[in-house]
């Protein structure tokens, strides 16, 4: 579950020039809402967050990011008169539109928040720990230790080694004798069926239809899967980046994000 970064918080100033009002109370931290919007605004600014109330904000669960960036202003006009024609339907026998005239005194300002999930893959070395993206059609081997992903037959592992092991309690031990295919080994602890020491394949046979055999078991004329150890894992991050829409209404409108700002035209 991600939480909106803040970046900045809103200040406005009141009609009278003078009485302001902000995101976050500056004492405690604690959040306000937007909504409702006072009517004739002078001013709307988004200020940086800062070290003291990011920590604030932190006691009421919401999330800033100290920083450094530019304020952002929006000058409002208190006295502007503005005509907006609005378009209702109407039922009267049917459907019908209905155009109203509406005359606005003021400026009215735009402020919301966009938030944008990002998602970025890489591989995580299970040897070194070293973490790496592909390139292209690069090969998949860590750029740190060279490990590949590898592939391991355990029918040949179980003939020339002899050894197993057991997912459940975890011991290890030899085979005494003989390999005898097709018998099952099982536990001398918990009596669950081993599973056998496998012996690495540098050259798999991949099938067409995604199955990767043993070349080795095919000369015996037996057809034997391999499985994969996944020596170099596929992970996923996250992470939400918050975009602060400030503008006025009717005018124009602007998106602020982590590595661009977009200037829409409203008018």
Not at 121 to 126: A, E, F, H, V
Request: aromatic share 12%; glycine share 8%.
């Amino acid at each position: 579950m991600h939480k909106p970064l803040l970046v900045y918080f809103w200040v406005r100033t009141l009609e009278d020039g003078h009485t302001i009002e902000c995101q976050f109370d500056l004492d405690t931290g604690e959040p306000r809402s937007w909504l409702p919007v006072p009517d004739k605004l002078t001013q709307v600014i988004l200020y940086p967050v800062y070290q003291e109330l990011s920590d604030l904000m932190a006691q009421w669960g919401e999330f800033g990011v100290p920083n450094s960036r530019p304020k952002v202003k929006v000058d409002l006009n208190k006295d502007k008169v503005i005509t907006k024609v609005e378009f209702q339907r109407r039922f009267f026998w049917g459907p019908t539109h209905h155009a109203e005239q509406i005359i606005q005194v003021g400026e009215k300002p735009i402020w919301n928040l966009v938030n944008e999930l990002h998602f970025t893959y890489y591989y995580l070395c299970s040897k070194c720990k070293n973490k790496f993206q592909l390139e292209g059609g690069a090969p998949l081997v860590c750029p740190a230790c060279g490990i590949r992903n590898e592939w391991e037959c355990h029918r040949c592992g179980e003939i020339k080694f002899g050894e197993y092991y057991c997912l459940d309690c975890g011991i290890k031990w030899k085979r005494d004798g003989e390999y005898k295919y097709g018998s099952e080994v099982f536990c001398p602890k918990c009596g669950l069926i081993a599973k056998p020491k496998g012996e690495i394949k540098t050259k798999p046979l991949f099938q067409g239809d995604g199955k990767v055999e043993c070349p080795d078991c095919l000369e015996d004329g037996r057809i034997q899967g391999l499985v994969e150890i996944e020596n170099l894992e596929l992970k996923c991050f996250s992470w939400l980046e918050t975009k602060h829409v400030i503008g006025i209404e009717g005018n124009y409108e602007q998106e602020i994000g982590d590595d661009e700002i977009l200037r829409r035209d409203l008018s």
